[in-house]
Each structure stands twice: as structure tokens, then as C-alpha cells.
């Protein structure tokens, strides 16, 4: 039968048909362009564009009705829209036969409010999934008032009008912009009725949708929660804004995974307060509270604290056996020194990979054997100690290494010696280092500051182990300079992509500089300005990133592999 037919050699025979691969790509080239929000700011404008088929995010920002493509998916009608039409009468009509209906993102700008209300959302196509109501939208919002289709509601700034949604059975995330005015006590309509059958008293309903499964406040929300007669258990993510400093107790929100508190929240956290469930937890910048011994609930995953300076007791981390990833970061501006000291036995045995911000800083070193052996992951940022190879875990495959990590050359050859399963590696090269000392399992490497006050640092290529596959180069230096650095032999012949990241570079690539392996470069945040030579090309790459102010040429027959 026609559906059992295997059609993979008829594509293959399409795709490696040079022109008809070539058109493939040409449209997908166009496709992938036009992928970014475009503005249209007049008739004309619009009407001039070429290439309306490829478009698929739309800001239109002018007077008229002008047909949008079946590819348009996120359509934003800015206020010259709402302002210029006059929506005074049969606006809904207008609209319905305006919108698309491959449209599956609106976003409606401040003036829509003056002009229309929701009323119902008669004016959406079906096909809506996310709605932005946009900033100046401030009138009573009721579930009617949604279409059932909606998924997502974004409410904008100057919203602090009643929320009554409990019957939007579909709606499963609601946003308040970052911005957003509204600081509304949350309601329950049982409750409600119940206390007005007894006092008579008419209360504003805001009431969450029943279903809802992400919800994320604004910064202004500062309301006490009662999470068991306010949020749905529904709920999986949470978020709270920088002004919420009230007590969590959220034990019955079952179903909640992912919890991320704001900067301003200070509250002691109690054993039976967070829900057992709970995976990801996140605390804003500069909780000052000290964490109890299960507090925390052992279902934790992921745990990020900025700014906390104050110790773990043996027993608050220990406990949290499932735990996988620890980040600790300081205040975004200043490395402030921290009181913690992770002694043995601090950190669980289950977690993978430990983190410090490259703000970060502990008074105390690290003892030795504090890291557990489970780790294969460990980003030290400003860690200001001696680092030996008793403290750095046999387990690791990812490394990143602090800038003045010090003691040179006597240091690493000890301090790799172990680290036989390290597959990616970060560290300046302040430091130094002797040839054949990094381990050859690595694979990934990342190099930076290369220069030592004015001075600039000629590249240490011999140093990198043969078994590299990608590197990554990164040069700071104010003054522009031309420099050639990459001679033939210097690169390993494994490598598979080179990353250059330099106000230094301005290098005529040579063919034999390159090895025949390499399939991506990119030198896209690079003064590179020399053109690529007929001749001074592989055929294996695939993959070319280069500077926005390239003008230089690309001989076709030096890139022959790029889309293959």
C-alpha cells in the first residue's frame, strides 16, 4: 500500500541534487531571516516588502487592514493601529477577518483598552494559544472574557483591576509583566459565599484559574498567601517579585516542582512549609534567614541562593539526598567574602554539580574531601584559595577554574594527575602551564586573558592535549593589534571547532593552519577583515561565523561543505 512506501531514497535523491539543494536552503535561509520580530511602521512599508511569505512575526504599527500571510504565527498591533483604525463601530467584525488564523501569539498594545475591551475575545481566531493584553489594559477581566482555546495570558503594567478566571479550564499559565500594578488579595468564591451567606458582605473576587499550572507575579505583588484556599493545586511553577516578604506555606500545593522567591523575601522558612514534591527552589539576592535541618524538602533537585553569606549547619545540604545542582552566587556587583565553610561531610552525596558565581567568595578554603566524589561538574568563579589535588574530586568531567588561582607551574601538573575522566576545561592562562600536563581525555577547552598587563601572551598551543575536539579562545586587550598566531601544526588535528573571541584578530587563515577535521569557526566577535582565499580553506567546514562588518569575499569553491 502507497503509506508502507519507504520514501528515504527519493529524499536522498532530492538532496543531493546540487539545485535542488540549493533551493531548499535558499528557502530556509529566508525562512530562518524573517524568523525575528519585524516592525512595520506605515501602508507603504509593508506593501513593499518582498518576502511577505517567509514572515511569521509581524509588529504592525499602522492605519489599515492590509492581508497577513498563512505563515504569521506572532502578530503585536502596536497603538498607531488602535489609535489610526478608530474602532467606534463593528470593530469585532473588522478584526475577525483581519487576524489570521495560523496566528497562535497576540500581543495587544496600551491603546487597545481605549478602544475595545475583551468582550468576550469574539475578535480571536481560534488558533490563539498566548495572549499579551498588553500595558494599559486596566478593566475587570472575567473567564468569559477568555477564549476556551487560550493556554497562556500575559497581563501588562497597569492592571489592578478584579481577576476572576476560575472557570478558564484551558488557561495553564498566567504572567503578570515584571512592572505589573496588580496587588490584589487572591479569593476563593466558596469561601466568598459561605461568608456572605452569613454577613452579607459583597467581596472583589481575583480568583486563579482552576487548572493553571505556571504563574509568575509581578514585582509589586506584596499580598499574604493562603496557598490551600488561593492557588490551584494544579500548580507547578511559581514566582514571586522582588516586594513578597510574607510567610510560605505551601505544603498542599502538591504538584509544585518549581519555586523561585524575589530579592525582597526574608522569611524563615519551617520544616512542613515548602510541598514535598518540590525540585527546584531559587532565592533572591540576600536572604538572611538561617536554613533549618529539614527545612528544605529531600525532593530537592537544583538549589540556588544569591547572596546568602551565612553557614550551612551539617545536616540543612546532607539531608537533601537528591539533590544534583548547588549554585551559590554573591551580590552582582561586589565579591563579598561569605561565612560558609563546607566541612566534611556538608555537602550530599547524590549531588553532580557545584557552582560559584564569578562574584563568589567563602573566608573559608575547601577541606579536603568536603566535595563529594558523586561530583562531575565544579565551577569555582572567584574562589580565592589554594586549590591542590586533594580537594578537586577524581569523578570530574567539567572544570572552571578562578582567574588567580595561583602557584603556576608546580601546582598543575599534581592537580591534573587525577582527573582522568575531564572532558571540559576553563582557566586563564595567568597561569601556567607546562606541556603534556592537561589530561588527554580532554575534549573541550576554553582559554582567556591572555594578556598579562600590556604585554600580549603568544597562545601556548603546546599545551593542548591532542585529543581536543573544540577550543575556545578568548583575548582582552583595549589596543587594536594584527597579529598571525596560528601556525601550521599549532592546532591539534582533532579538532572539530575553533572559537575566537578577540579585538586582536585580523589573520589571513592559510589552508595548512587549519586541520582537515575542522567543521565550525567562528570568529563572529573578531576584527577579522581579510578575505577567505580560494585557496585558504578546508572542505570540511560546515559551519562559518563571522563578523557583522565582514565585507570581504568567500570563494565558493573553499566552502564547498557548509550545507552539506
Known amino acids: ?57 509581524v509588529y504592525y504599527d499602522f492605519k489599515g487592514f492590509e492581508s497577513l500571510g498563512n505563515s504569521m504565527e506572532y502578530l503585536k498591533l502596536g497603538d498607531n493601529f488602535w489609535i489610526h483604525n ?10 475577525q477577518k483581519f487576524l489570521p488564523q495560523s496566528l497562535t501569539h497576540l500581543e495587544l498594545s496600551n491603546s487597545f483598552s481605549r478602544y475595545l475591551n475583551l468582550n468576550g475575545c469574539k475578535f480571536l481566531p481560534e488558533s490563539i494559544t498566548i495572549l499579551d493584553i498588553g500595558d494599559g489594559f486596566n478593566r475587570n477581566i472575567n473567564s468569559n472574557d477568555i477564549p476556551s482555546t487560550l493556554k497562556s495570558l500575559i497581563i501588562g503594567k497597569n492592571f489592578k483591576s478584579s481577576l476572576n478566571l476560575k472557570d478558564c479550564i ?56 493562603n496557598a490551600n484556599l488561593n492557588l490551584p493545586k494544579t500548580l507547578t511553577q511559581l514566582t ?35 510541598p514535598i514534591n518540590l525540585k527546584t527552589l531559587i532565592f533572591g539576592i540576600g536572604y538572611k534567614k538561617k536554613l533549618k535541618i529539614g527545612s528544605l524538602p529531600s525532593s530537592l533537585i537544583y538549589l540556588s541562593m544569591d547572596g546568602y553569606t551565612l553557614d550551612f549547619e ?68 572567584f574562589y580565592n584559595h589554594t586549590i591542590n589535588e586533594f580537594l578537586i574530586p577524581e569523578s570530574l568531567t567539567s572544570l572552571i577554574l578562578p582567574q588567580n588561582i595561583n602557584n603556576g607551574k608546580t601546582l598543575f601538573p599534581k592537580l591534573f594527575s587525577n582527573l582522568k575522566n575531564l572532558k571540559f576545561l576553563k ?61 601550521p601544526g599549532d592546532l591539534p588535528p582533532s579538532l572539530k571547532s575553533l572559537t575566537i573571541v578577540s579585538n586582536l584578530l585580523n589573520y589571513q587563515f592559510q589552508v595548512d593552519s587549519i586541520p582537515q577535521t575542522l ?25 562559518l561565523l563571522l563578523p557583522k562588518n565582514y565585507s570581504g569575499k568567500i570563494y565558493e569553491v573553499s566552502l564547498i561543505n557548509l550545507f552539506e
Open 314 to 381: 551539617v545536616g540543612v545540604l546532607s539531608s537533601l539526598v537528591n539533590l544534583l545542582t548547588l549554585e551559590l552566587s554573591s551580590f552582582k556587583t561586589l565579591s563579598i567574602p561569605t561565612n560558609q565553610n563546607f566541612k566534611i561531610g556538608a555537602l550530599p552525596s547524590s549531588i553532580q554539580k557545584f557552582i560559584f558565581n564569578e562574584y563568589f567568595n567563602t573566608i573559608y578554603p575547601f577541606q579536603s574531601g568536603s566535595l563529594p566524589s558523586s561530583l562531575t561538574s565544579l565551577n569555582l568563579g
Open 240 to 274: 514571586f517579585g522582588s516586594n513578597f516578604n510574607n510567610s510560605i506555606k505551601f505544603e498542599s500545593l502538591i504538584n509544585l516542582e518549581y519555586l523561585k522567591l524575589g530579592d525582597g523575601f526574608d522569611c524563615e522558612i519551617n520544616i512542613g512549609d515548602l
Open 427 to 487: 582557566i586563564s592562562y595567568k597561569n601556567d602551564i607546562l606541556p603534556n600536563v592537561l589530561p588527554n581525555s580532554l575534549t573541550s577547552l576554553t582559554i582567556e586573558s591572555l594578556c598579562k598587563g600590556d604585554s600580549f601572551e603568544t597562545l601556548p598551543f603546546e599545551i593542548f592535549p591532542r585529543s581536543l575536539l573544540h577550543l575556545s579562545i578568548y583575548q582582552y586587550k583595549k589596543n587594536y593589534y594584527s597579529i598571525e598566531f596560528i601556525k
Open 519 to 543: 567543521e565550525k569557526l567562528d570568529i563572529s566577535n573578531t576584527q577579522h577583515k581579510q578575505e577567505f582565499l580560494e585557496t585558504s580553506f578546508l572542505k570540511s567546514i560546515k559551519q
Open 170 to 225: 484551558n488557561l495553564e499559565k498566567l504572567i503578570f509583566n515584571e512592572k505589573s500594578h496588580f496587588n490584589n488579595e487572591l479569593t476563593n468564591s466558596n469561601e466568598i459565599n459561605n461568608n456572605n451567606n452569613k454577613n452579607k458582605n459583597i467581596i472583589e473576587i481575583n480568583e486563579l484559574p482552576c487548572n493553571l499550572k505556571f504563574l509568575e507575579f509581578g514585582n509589586l505583588y506584596s499580598r499574604e498567601i
Open 1 to 57: 500500500m502507497i503509506e508502507n512506501i519507504d520514501n528515504s531514497n527519493l529524499f536522498f535523491k532530492i538532496f543531493r541534487n546540487k539545485y535542488l539543494k540549493f533551493e531548499i536552503f535558499k528557502h530556509l535561509r529566508k525562512y530562518l531571516k524573517f524568523l525575528k520580530l519585524i516592525k512595520f511602521n506605515s501602508v507603504e512599508q509593508y506593501k513593499s516588502f518582498q518576502e511577505k511569505e517567509y514572515l511569521s512575526k
Open 86 to 95: 478608530l474602532f467606534i463601530t463593528n470593530g469585532i467584525n473588522i478584526l
